[in-house]
C-alpha cells in the first residue's frame, strides 16, 4: 500500500531520531518534542494517558497499526493515537478539533468502504487497547471496551460460561458491525449485535463523553447507523448463559452444474419462506477450488446447527441426495464456528494480504435459481477472462431470523429486518493498475445487479457494514423518507460538520 501524507515532511525532520509514546516514556517525549519545537506534539501527549502510544510514518509501528484488510481507498493518515483509555479518545478529538485535523477511530482496520480514503493528513485513532470484557455481578450485561475484538469477547465470556451475539468472523470487532446492525450465529435466538445493547459511551463530535441508552436521543440512531454520530469508547450489551454449547456442522462441495439444485434445495429445504429453523444457518461460496474442480468455480455449502453432536439427517439428506464432489462433517462447541466457516483469525479472510477487497452486498429474502445461474456463469467467465481476480468469491449467507425479527422494525436505524439472506460479491485483488479496478468494480456491480433485478425490490437492500461506499443513503439506511429524515435531523443537531462522515454517511 502506497500512501502519500501531507504530514509526513515536519514528522520525518522533527520526529525521525524519536521512538512511538509508550508507557512511562510519556515525560521524556513531551520534553523531547518541546525541545525540537515540535509543541504541536507535545500538546497531544501531554493530554493522554501514560498507556497512550504516538506513532508516525515510516516507523515500523505505524506501519503495523494502520495497515487494513483491504488496500481500497486507505485514509490519509499522519499520526497513529493508541488510545488506552476512554478519556483518551476524548482527548483525541478535542485536539484534532482545535487543529482542524480530521480524525479516524478504529479497531482491526476491516473497514472496506470508499469514504475512508478521503481521510486527509488525519489522526487514526486505534482502539486496540480498549478491549476488556466485564461480566456485572447479576450476570446479565458485560461491558465492552471499544475496541474489542468478537474472538475476545466470545472467549472471555465462555469462561464465565455465558455468551452474546457477535459477528461471525473472530477478527473484526464488537461494536463495528453492531453500530450498522450486526448478523451473527445466535442472531436467531436472541437478535442482531445491535439488539443486545443496553448502553455506550460515546464521545460526540464535540469531544463530549456521552451515555447513550434508551433514554437518549440518539439511542434510535446509534443502533444501524451509529458510524455517524461519534466513537463507541465502552458498551454495555445483554449476555446469556451458555445453555446450548454443542455445535455441528455439515459441509458439501458440488460442481458449477449443481447450481440450480443447490439454490433450490436451500430454498425449499432451509428457508422455507423466512421460516428456517432458530437453530440453524447456512452459509454458501461460489470458489475457485482446483483441488474441487480445476476448470471452473464450485458451490461451498455449509450448514451449521446448535445443540448436536451431529447435523440432523433431515437437513442433510436433501443435499447429500445431490451428489456433492465432497462431503464432510463434524462437532464441537460455539467457539469452532469461525474455523469451520472459514473465518478464524489464522485464517486466510482475516489476514491483511496487501490486497483491495470490493463488496458489493445485498440482502434478499429468497434465491432466485436463474439469477444465482447468470451470477455463477459471469463470475466463472470473469475469472478466466481476468486471471488476476480469481481470487474472488460470492459469498451467500443464510440466517434465521426468529430473534432478528422479535424486534420491531421501527425501533432503530437498521432498516432490513425482514432479510434472512445477505449476499455479497466479494472481488479481491492486487490494486496494480486502475483498469484492473475497474474491472473489479464491474464485475462485482454486475453480479450485484443480477441479483436486485431478479429480487423483485424496489430498492436495494445494501447492508452498510459490507458497502463498497458506492450506494447511497437511502440503500444503506432504508428507503422509508421518515427514516431518512430522522437520521438528517439527528446528524445536523449532533454532527454538523460532518466529523463523523468517512463510513457510508448519512449526508
Avoid at 94 to 111: M, P, T
Avoid at 118 to 136: R, T
Avoid at 492 to 498: M, R, S, T
Amino acid at each position: 500500500m502506497e500512501v502519500v501524507m501531507v504530514g509526513v515532511a515536519w514528522a520525518a525532520n522533527s520526529l525521525g531520531n524519536y521512538l512511538p509514546l509508550q508507557g512511562n516514556s510519556l515525560n521524556g517525549f513531551i520534553e523531547r518534542c518541546s525541545s525540537q519545537g515540535n509543541n504541536f506534539t507535545a500538546d497531544l501527549a501531554a493530554r493522554l494517558s501514560p498507556g497512550a502510544k504516538i506513532s508516525f510514518p515510516g516507523e515500523e509501528t505505524f506501519a503495523e497499526a494502520t495497515a487494513r484488510w483491504s488496500t481500497f481507498a486507505p485514509p490519509n493518515i499522519s499520526i497513529n493515537v493508541e488510545v488506552a483509555v476512554e478519556q483518551d479518545v476524548v482527548e483525541v478529538v478535542r485536539f484534532a478539533n482545535e487543529h482542524n485535523k480530521s480524525y479516524l477511530a478504529v479497531n482491526n482496520r476491516h473497514g472496506a468502504t470508499n469514504g475512508v480514503g478521503k481521510v486527509k493528513d488525519g489522526i487514526q485513532i486505534l482502539m486496540s487497547q480498549l478491549n476488556s470484557v466485564e461480566v456485572a455481578a447479576d450476570g446479565q450485561t458485560a461491558t465492552f471496551g471499544g475496541g474489542v475484538l468478537a474472538k475476545d469477547v466470545t472467549e472471555g465470556l465462555w469462561a464465565k460460561n455465558k455468551q452474546t451475539v457477535t459477528g461471525g468472523c473472530e477478527c473484526v470487532s464488537l461494536v463495528g458491525p453492531g453500530l450498522g446492525g450486526g448478523h451473527g450465529f445466535l442472531q436467531g435466538r436472541h437478535g442482531l449485535v445491535q439488539d443486545q445493547f443496553v448502553s455506550l459511551n460515546l464521545v460526540t463530535a464535540d469531544g463530549k463523553l456521552t451515555k447513550v441508552d434508551q433514554n437518549h436521543e440518539l439511542w434510535w440512531a446509534v443502533r444501524g447507523a451509529g458510524h455517524n454520530f461519534g466513537i463507541v469508547t465502552s458498551i454495555t450489551s445483554k449476555v446469556y448463559d451458555v445453555v446450548r454449547p454443542k455445535w455441528a456442522y455439515a459441509s458439501f462441495f458440488y460442481t458449477g452444474d449443481k447450481v440450480e439444485s443447490v439454490y433450490a434445495t436451500i430454498n425449499e429445504k432451509l428457508l422455507k419462506n423466512n421460516t428456517q429453523e432458530v437453530e440453524i444457518i447456512n452459509y454458501s461460496l461460489f470458489i475457485n477450488d482446483p483441488t474441487v474442480d480445476a476448470a471452473n468455480p464450485i458451490i461451498q455449502f455449509f450448514i451449521v446447527q446448535e445443540d448436536t453432536e451431529i447435523v440432523d439427517e433431515k437437513f442433510t439428506a436433501p443435499f447429500t441426495a445431490l451428489g456433492p464432489a465432497v462431503q464432510a462433517a463434524g462437532g464441537g462447541d460455539y467457539r469452532d464456528l469461525p474455523t469451520w466457516t472459514g473465518n478464524a483469525g489464522d485464517q486466510i479472510f482475516c489476514q491483511k494480504l496487501g490486497l483491495s477487497a470490493f463488496r458489493f452486498p445485498l440482502e434478499l429474502q429468497v434465491y432466485d435459481i436463474a439469477a444465482q445461474r447468470k451470477v455463477y456463469d459471469l463470475y466463472n467467465a470473469a475469472m478466466k477472462e481476468t486471471p488476476a481476480l480469481n481470487g474472488s468469491i460470492a459469498l451467500f449467507e443464510g440466517y434465521s431470523m426468529q430473534g432478528v425479527q422479535a424486534v420491531p422494525a421501527e425501533s432503530s436505524a437498521y432498516p432490513f429486518r425482514e432479510s434472512p439472506l445477505l449476499v455479497a460479491p466479494v472481488i479481491f485483488f492486487k490494486e496494480d493498475t486502475p483498469e484492473l479496478a475497474q474491472k473489479a468494480e464491474a464485475l462485482g456491480t454486475n453480479m450485484r445487479e443480477i441479483l436486485f433485478e431478479a429480487s423483485g425490490q424496489p430498492h436495494r437492500r445494501v447492508y452498510v457494514n459490507y458497502a463498497l461506499g458506492i450506494e447511497g443513503p437511502e440503500e444503506w439506511y432504508g428507503a422509508e423518507s421518515w427514516r431518512q429524515e430522522k437520521l438528517k435531523t439527528l446528524k445536523k443537531k449532533y454532527d454538523p460538520a460532518g466529523k463523523f462522515s468517512f463510513y457510508n454517511p448519512i449526508a
